[in-house]
Antibody, heavy 119, light 107 residues
Framework: QLQLQESGPGLVKPSETLSLTCTVS?????????WGWIRQPPGKGLEWIGS???????YYNPSLKSRVTISVDSSKNHFSLKLSSVTAADTAVYSC????????????WGQGALVTVSS | SYELTQPSSVSVSPGQTARITCSGD??????GRWFQQKPGQAPVLVIY???ERPSGIPERFSGSSSGTAVTLTISGAQVDDEADYYC??????????FGGGTKLTVL
């Protein structure tokens, strides 16, 4: 059973870069899963940010694509999110998840981490 | 782009059956999943592959699919089932699509 845990600063200043890491335990990141970041602003719905395969192939939400980079480090069994030029609108709970390729097995979710953008 | 639509709220009395339907074109081609989320807790997957229940999830949770919709059914809902429920689809090499979430009240 996979476990995912987000880590990173809970407070980021406007115009700076938000950085989060998701550590995967209980299994290899180089498996039949692909890995994603999702966020939920206070009082709003879920928004998919982007996903990445262990090969490094990534794809992003078009609305965020110009500011997002997702990377994977197989040696550390983790993947990371960078969101640049943040504003207050980027304040949200950020969650990482492992999605079963083909949908035939379980997905796994992290607890989520609140990131506040404020000076 | 794909969208998923589900009711914002459902209310039942304890012991009654709660049904939450999620609809969207992507569900005609790709599997639907459901997770339960309680305040401050990690999401818990309750249904995958439209109707499969993970081990450890009570049998009162079931899923079904028809055309462009999937339905989560909680038979004999309990107070502990009060939570937000989200449907989603995560097709390979495509955006993950979420429903807006349904707040289930059991009282």
């Amino acid at each position: 059973q996979l476990q995912l845990q987000e880590s990173g600063p809970g407070l980021v200043k406007p115009s700076e870069t938000l950085s989060l890491t998701c550590t995967v335990s209980g299994g290899s990141i180089s498996s039949s899963y692909y890995w994603g970041w999702i966020r939920q602003p206070p009082g709003k719905g879920l928004e998919w940010i982007g996903s990445i395969y262990y090969s490094g192939s990534a794809y992003y939400n078009p609305s965020l694509k110009s500011r997002v980079t997702i990377s994977v480090d197989s040696s550390k069994n983790h993947f990371s999110l960078k969101l640049s030029s943040v504003t207050a609108a980027d304040t949200a709970v950020y969650s990482c998840a492992g999605f079963c390729s083909g949908g035939l097995c379980l997905d796994y979710w992290g607890q989520g981490a609140l990131v506040t953008v404020s000076s | 782009s794909y969208e998923l639509t589900q009711p914002s709220s459902v209310s039942v009395s304890p012991g009654q059956t709660a049904r939450i339907t999620c609809s969207g074109d992507v569900l005609a081609k790709k599997y639907g999943r459901w997770f339960q989320q309680k305040p401050g807790q990690a999401p818990v997957l309750v249904i995958y592959k439209d109707s499969e229940r993970p081990s450890g999830i009570p049998e009162r949770f079931s899923g079904s699919s028809s055309g462009t919709a999937v339905t989560l059914t909680i038979s004999g809902a309990q107070v502990d089932d009060e939570a937000d429920y989200y449907c989603y689809s995560a097709p390979d090499n495509n955006p993950v699509v979420f429903g807006g979430g349904t707040k289930l009240t059991v009282l």
